[in-house]
């Protein structure tokens, strides 16, 4: 299988699209941290703190009724105020991504998420730079995407789709049954990645990605 990405960025200004962040943390350095970061992303970044004065049901309960794309929660909070957060998150329509920032010392997944179900991490001290990796990674994850899958074998194409409807990125998903149905596809459509069988009659996937490199230059597809 071959997988083909854009070379370039979809244009941010061209999104109207905005990342809205909770920021649920006692202390200020997580907030102050997570601001300045924001500041350098590429898209424009919303940043609310959570008043965690209010408890941990309140602060669940509004993250199920926002419209949040990430949350970021403090792994000080103790194990069963975590599970409630993360309740939350799931509750809500918008099924935010949950990013954990925790010790210096938590160098595996295991430990520094207490086996709790999350997207990424950070530790402390926060490094502002891996900061504003991160939440790049969280604008590419929330921006809609469109995918085309092509493939000979319609039940290759089920298994694909399948398992990229299931990512935490928000995917269209299109099909095409072989090379030259995707070339045609893409030089009159927009795609953002393309997953194509290196195997089929014909035009095999090495030669569809070359043939549709070639017609869209400028990473346009």
């Known amino acids: 299988m071959v997988c083909g990405l854009r070379r370039h960025g979809r244009g941010m200004s061209d999104d109207l699209f905005c990342l809205k962040v909770l920021n649920v943390s006692r202390t200020a350095e997580q907030s102050d941290v997570l601001r300045r970061a924001a500041s350098l992303c590429s898209a424009p970044v919303e940043i609310d703190d959570a008043d965690t004065s209010l408890g941990a049901a309140s602060v669940a309960a509004s993250i199920?009724?926002?419209?949040?794309?990430?949350v970021?929660?403090?792994?000080?909070?103790p194990r069963p105020t975590l599970?409630?957060?993360l309740d939350g998150a799931h509750a809500s329509g918008s099924n935010p991504l949950a990013i954990f920032v925790g010790?210096?010392?938590?160098?595996t997944r295991a430990v520094l998420t207490h086996g709790l179900d999350i997207d990424g991490g950070l530790l402390r001290p926060i490094d502002p730079d891996q900061a504003t990796a991160l939440l790049e990674s969280c604008v590419r994850a929330?921006?809609?995407?469109?995918a085309l899958i092509v493939d000979d074998s319609s039940t290759v194409r089920s298994v694909i789709r399948k398992v990229v409807q299931a990512s935490r990125y928000r995917l269209t998903?299109?099909?095409?049954?072989?090379g030259a149905a995707a070339i045609e596809m893409t030089s009159r459509e927009r795609f953002d990645i393309v997953f194509l069988n290196c195997n089929m009659p014909g035009i095999d996937g090495f030669a569809a990605l070359d043939a549709i490199r070639n017609s869209n230059p400028d990473g346009g597809w």
């Open 64 to 70: 199920a009724r926002g419209a949040f794309d990430v």
């Open 72 to 77: 970021f929660v403090d792994l000080e909070i």
């Open 83 to 85: 599970q409630k957060l």
């Open 103 to 107: 010790p210096s010392d938590a160098r």
């Open 142 to 146: 929330r921006l809609q995407c469109r």
């Open 173 to 178: 998903v299109d099909e095409a049954v072989d």
